[in-house]
């Protein structure tokens, strides 16, 4: 009798992923490439030993696809930002032109102060 293990590693509509979990291997591979040591990205993504490891050998034999992968879900990711920014354009100016409520005006001012410092309005 063969006993076959549960994959560790699938494919979703987020893209390739850890199995059982909702945490994909570009988050695991962002914080990797940036620095991060394995026991605080376990820690900060709520990872076994196990799943981290082996998330992090899918990568390592498998650079090219999971990059490729990635890249493909980042266009995705953006061509959805601009579709909803776009159907969703007037409806934001809307809701922008909307004074703030009675006794909110100093808090209101402060956000439209940190929203140009941004450089999120005009």
């Not at 090219?64 to 061509?79: D, I």
């Not at 009675?102 to 402060?110: D, L, S, T, V």
Request: with cysteine; hydrophobic share 30%; net charge neutral.
């Amino acid at each position: 009798m063969t006993i076959t293990s549960k994959p560790s590693i699938i494919h979703t509509e987020r893209g390739l992923t850890i199995s059982g979990t909702r945490i994909t291997l570009y988050d695991v591979m962002d914080y990797f490439t940036t620095g991060w040591p394995p026991h605080l990205i376990k820690h900060w993504l709520p990872l076994t030993e196990s799943q981290l490891n082996q998330a992090l050998d899918y990568i390592k034999n498998n650079r090219s696809e999971v990059e490729a992968e990635y890249q493909k879900v980042l266009r995705e990711t953006e061509e959805l930002r601009q579709y909803y920014e776009e159907k969703n354009r007037e409806h934001f100016a809307k809701i922008a032109q909307i004074p703030p409520k009675p006794g909110q005006e100093e808090i209101y001012a402060k956000l439209q102060a940190c929203k140009r410092k941004l450089g999120l309005t005009t």
